[in-house]
C-alpha cells in the first residue's frame, strides 16, 4: 500500500509525515521520529513497556496503528519533564527507587501521570490496578507504588528540603 500522510502534536510539536499504514504507533515513534525511550518488550499487548499517552489517555502504542493518531495528541516519556524540571512521577521514580533496568520505566511514568491527571490521590491498591497492564521484570512492583504515591504528595515535584540541606552540610565537612 502506497505512504499516506498523518499529521500530530507530540510533544507539544506539530509534526507531519509519511508512513504505511501497517506501520505500528510504536515504531513510527522510534524509527521516524528517533523518539528511543519507548520501548517494545512483546508482540502480544502484554508488557506495556511501549505505553504513551494518547488525547492525554495511556495506550499500548504496538496496537495502534500510526495512521490512526492522525490529528491527534501524544506523549511520550521525552516529552514528560518540563524544560530541566522533572515531572512529579519523574522526581518519584528517583526519590522512591522506582527502576533498576529501565526498560519498563518510561511505560510505567506514562501510565502513572495519567493517573494522577485522573486522580491525584490513589490508593495504593488504585496504583497497582492502574499499572497491571505492565510488566516490570525487576523491582517487584512496590518501589514503583512508592513511587507514584511520591508524586502524588509533591505534585510540584519538589526535591525533600533534608536532601538539600543534608548534602550541603556533607559538601562543608568533606
Ligand atoms: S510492546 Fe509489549 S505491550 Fe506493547
Ligand atoms: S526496572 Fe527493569 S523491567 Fe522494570
Not at 500500500?1 to 522510534?30: A, K, Y
Not at 491527534?72 to 512529579?88: R, Y
Not at 518501589?143 to 543534608?166: N, Y
Request: with cysteine; aromatic share 4%.
Amino acid at each position: 500500500m502506497s505512504p499516506m500522510q498523518i499529521s500530530m502534536t507530540i510533544n507539544g510539536t506539530f509534526v507531519t509525515h509519511e508512513v504505511e499504514p501497517r506501520v505500528l504507533l510504536v515504531h513510527f515513534i522510534r524509527d521516524d521520529l528517533r523518539l528511543t525511550g519507548t520501548h517494545w518488550g512483546c508482540d502480544t499487548t502484554n508488557c506495556g513497556t511501549c505505553v504513551v499517552l494518547m488525547d492525554g489517555q495511556p495506550v499500548k502504542s504496538c496496537t495502534v496503528l500510526a495512521a490512526m493518531v492522525d490529528g491527534h495528541t501524544i506523549t511520550t516519556v521525552e516529552g514528560l519533564a518540563n524544560g530541566a524540571t522533572l515531572d512529579p512521577v519523574q522526581q518519584g521514580f528517583m526519590e522512591e527507587h522506582g527502576l533498576q533496568c529501565g526498560f519498563c520505566t518510561p511505560g510505567m511514568m506514562l501510565t502513572a501521570r495519567a493517573l494522577l491527571d485522573h486522580n491525584p490521590h490513589p490508593e495504593p491498591l488504585q496504583i497497582r490496578e492502574a499499572i497491571s497492564g505492565q510488566i516490570c521484570r525487576c523491582t517487584g512492583y512496590a518501589t514503583i507504588v512508592r513511587s507514584i504515591q511520591w508524586a502524588a504528595e509533591h505534585p510540584a515535584g519538589a526535591a525533600p528540603e533534608t536532601t538539600t540541606s543534608e548534602s550541603t552540610e556533607q559538601e562543608v565537612h568533606a
